[in-house]
């Protein structure tokens, strides 16, 4: 299987044959895989070296002359290091664009911290009106990759990682797909967590909701997701849990599983759920700095994002 990155370069080269609308820039990374693209069209495959603010100021211009910019590098380079031109030259100027990152929280863990961004959306929820992708496999990012290059002039983030499920999903830009349903809980899998989530949760008796996009938040699926759960009327996260009936007016029971900061999208579901009794955590990739090299698989079990760590976890606070 090839993996997100490979499929990003050959798409959207072939994408650069078709639209005349779209460009590509690049800041040195990822620059191979865009060898074809640039001899073919050497006007809209710009690449302007190591230099991640004038790879954002680049694009917002070529958004402002009416071009649908593309702009891929890591993850820490592309949001974290020119954060400030993400926020003059896209949002004040009011300009679209899709940012696609590599490396994601930690796909490089031999690169240390600054290849690492599990900050990255929790930074872009501070911005007014982006869209974020989050793909689990190399089709599902085709999929986004392609709908976000058609879009209009909205500012689009698709987030690429090495770590990815064994099997794509029929998913739908924009909404949350129902993977399982159960009645003692919900719990969101985001991207690349789907597989660790399936094998945390076997045996229990809860929705698994899988998320690829989630910004803007699929408040609909959720809303009617712990709605079915809590009419159901019995909570089984495992042996002797309590049940979380409406009938009894106990909480709706949610799980939010990230593979990039815990916690950054409580807020989203406290929110969709504002109006009903609740309770929500969080899970992802904690604030402590994990000073460890290992493979991605290590890194997921010193985070507590192994199947092993999330049943843990996920049990506990649905029997709580």
Known sequence: ??????????????????????????????????????????????????????????????????MRPIL????????????????????????GGVLVSAAGSYDWPAGGYTHMAPGDVALLDTLDGWTVHVPGHPDEAETLLRDAAAAGDDSVYIRLSAHANSAPRDIAPGRFLTVREGRGGVVIAVGPMLDNVLAAVEGLDVTVLYATTVRPFDERTLRAATAAGAGAGSGAAGAGAAGT????????????????????????????????????????????????????????????????????????????
Do not use: C, W
């Open 1 to 66: 299987m090839d993996t997100m990155r490979e499929r990003f370069a050959a798409i959207v080269s072939r994408l650069l044959d078709e639209d005349p609308r779209l460009a590509v820039v690049l800041a040195e990374i990822g620059k191979d895989g865009f060898a074809d693209a640039a001899r073919a069209h050497p006007d809209r495959v710009i690449n302007v070296g190591i230099r991640e603010q004038l790879l954002v100021g680049v694009g917002g211009g070529l958004a402002l002359t009416g």
């Open 72 to 95: 891929h590098t890591f993850a820490s380079f592309l949001i974290e290091r020119p954060f400030e031109q993400i926020k003059l030259d896209f949002g004040h100027q009011g300009m």
């Open 245 to 320: 009936g409406a009938g009894t007016g106990a909480a709706a029971d949610v799980v939010i599983v990230e593979p990039y900061l815990a916690g950054t999208s409580t807020g989203a579901v406290n929110d969709t759920l504002a109006d009903r009794p609740h309770r929500v955590l969080g899970l992802g990739i904690p604030r402590r700095e994990l000073r460890r090299y290992g493979t991605i698989d290590e890194h997921l079990a010193g985070q507590g994002l192994d199947p092993a760590s999330l049943r843990e976890r996920i049990a506990g606070f649905l029997r709580r």
